[in-house]
């Protein structure tokens, strides 16, 4: 069963930064792109980040020079790097990951239970 989990969301001041790591575990035979994305309450999920198993990177238009998106293959895990965050960062952020399954074919798009990210003033 695979499954993504999130980790290192938390408090910060504005202007402060934070970490995020996301691990893929559970019979993964192959990882396409990993990606964030972030959703405040009352909004849609917005795309943040992506990164693809060769290391390119694409990034919103919001977060572009303060966050940045790293990977390390070998743990299966896409890192987060958030500075300079703003109140307006304030989200539920999700980690992406199109993956085959052990024992599967296709790729399949995967979803981690999110974690929280709350900036204050």
């Known amino acids: 069963q695979v499954q993504l989990v999130e980790s290192g969301g938390g408090l910060v001041q504005a202007g402060g930064s934070l970490r995020l790591a996301c691990a893929a575990s559970?019979?993964?035979?192959?990882?396409?792109?990993m990606a964030w994305y972030r959703q405040a309450p009352g909004k849609q999920r917005d795309f943040i980040a992506r990164?693809?198993?060769?290391?390119?990177?694409n990034y919103a238009d919001s977060v572009k020079g303060r966050f940045t998106i790293s990977r390390d293959n070998p743990e299966n895990t896409v890192y987060l790097q958030l500075n300079s965050l703003k109140p307006e960062d304030t989200a539920v952020y999700y980690c992406?990951?199109?993956?085959?399954?052990?024992?599967?074919?296709?790729?399949?798009?995967?979803w981690g239970q999110g974690t929280q990210v709350t900036v204050s003033s």
């Open positions: 559970g019979g993964i035979s192959s990882i396409n792109a």
């Open positions: 992406n990951a199109v993956l085959i399954a052990s024992g599967s074919r296709y790729y399949y798009n995967y």
């Open positions: 990164i693809t198993s060769t290391g390119s990177r």
